[in-house]
């Protein structure tokens, strides 16, 4: 079966592509990985310098938290100010795509006025109606999160009903055909939360959800038709699973999933460690004979090309 291609913003993204790599720059302070923010402009702007050299192909570039364990919700004006900052640092210090993670039209709006060209939203365009006007404003490509207000047990099936639900309402907003890859959500399917932007589950298995639906990821992909994007980094699916309650403890879990992701079909991978993590998305591609990538990670200043 032929993969699904898409684009993010100007890259392609699955096909026969090599193995892409999302930068994560948080400009919220109350974001779960404290080793993630980059409140102010100096930061955001070295923070995205830093990536492009250590791999990156696209920066993504939050203004809330959204881990739905964390009460961390801010007024929608703050974190518009937030992403309008930040995105605007991240498109002048380095030459790569900019995304925008939220779900609310307003940061939405002003992160695309800022220079960003895609959007990343963790409800899969369900939570606010007013973003259809802003993609069909702005034409940015989009990662399309698996949610469902009230879900079974997340399993494979039903996350990629989801996205499937999800990629119908970029469609009806205007996405181009190939301008959406689907995010399988880890870490958003849990019995219980603080907010509305996690899918809740009846049982209490969340962590052996998220795993279950990495190492199942091919199926994953062929139900939802998009080429898919995993989200692992030093999520609290690895402290559940390692008993490591800080998420600075989580780096070896990451990079374990990560692999563990790309050798079950991902095209694309989002993490706060760009150079650990494309060394490891290089040795998993490399294992199942995907294409190079063109980038290499720097490691102590020097680019590793040894793989």
């Given at each position: ?37 980059a ?9 995205a ?45 380095a ?16 992160g ?40 079974r ?25 190939g ?25 209490s ?26 989200s ?43 150079a ?32």
């Open positions: 079966m032929q993969r699904p291609e898409s684009r993010l913003g100007p890259v392609r993204v699955g096909g026969s592509r090599p193995v892409r790599i999302m930068g994560v720059i948080n400009a919220s302070p109350e974001s779960f990985y404290k080793g993630s923010v409140a102010g402009y100096g930061d955001a702007a070295r923070a310098a830093r990536m492009e050299a250590e791999g990156a192909d696209i920066i993504d570039v939050g203004g809330m938290s959204t881990a739905p364990y964390l009460r961390a919700a801010v007024p929608e004006e703050a974190e518009a100010r937030r992403v309008a900052r930040a995105v605007e640092a991240a498109v002048g210090a030459g790569l795509p900019v995304s925008v993670d939220t779900c609310r039209a307003a940061a939405a709006e002003a695309m006025r800022s220079g960003a060209s895609i959007l990343n939203d963790v409800t899969g365009l369900k939570h606010d109606p007013g973003m259809a006007a802003v993609l069909s404003r702005h034409s940015p490509s989009v990662v399309l999160c698996a949610h469902r207000r009230r879900a047990d997340g399993g494979p099936g039903e996350t990629a009903s989801a996205l499937r639900e999800s990629a119908e309402l970029a469609a009806r907003a205007g996405v181009p055909p301008r959406a890859v689907a995010d399988p959500a880890v870490g958003f399917f849990r019995r219980g939360g603080r907010g509305r932007l996690f899918s809740r589950i009846a049982s298995g969340a962590a052996r959800r998220d795993a279950e639906v990495l190492d199942r990821l091919r199926e994953v992909g062929e139900g939802a038709g998009l080429p898919l994007l995993a692992v980094s030093r999520k609290s699916f690895l402290g559940a699973l390692f008993g490591q309650e800080d998420p600075a403890s989580r780096l070896p879990g990451s990079l374990a999933f990560e692999a563990l992701a790309v050798m079950r079909g991902a095209d694309a991978v989002r993490t706060h460690d760009v650990a993590t494309a060394a490891a998305v290089d040795a998993a591609a490399a294992g199942i004979g995907r294409r190079a990538r063109r980038r290499r990670a720097r490691i102590g200043g020097a680019a590793d090309k040894s793989l």
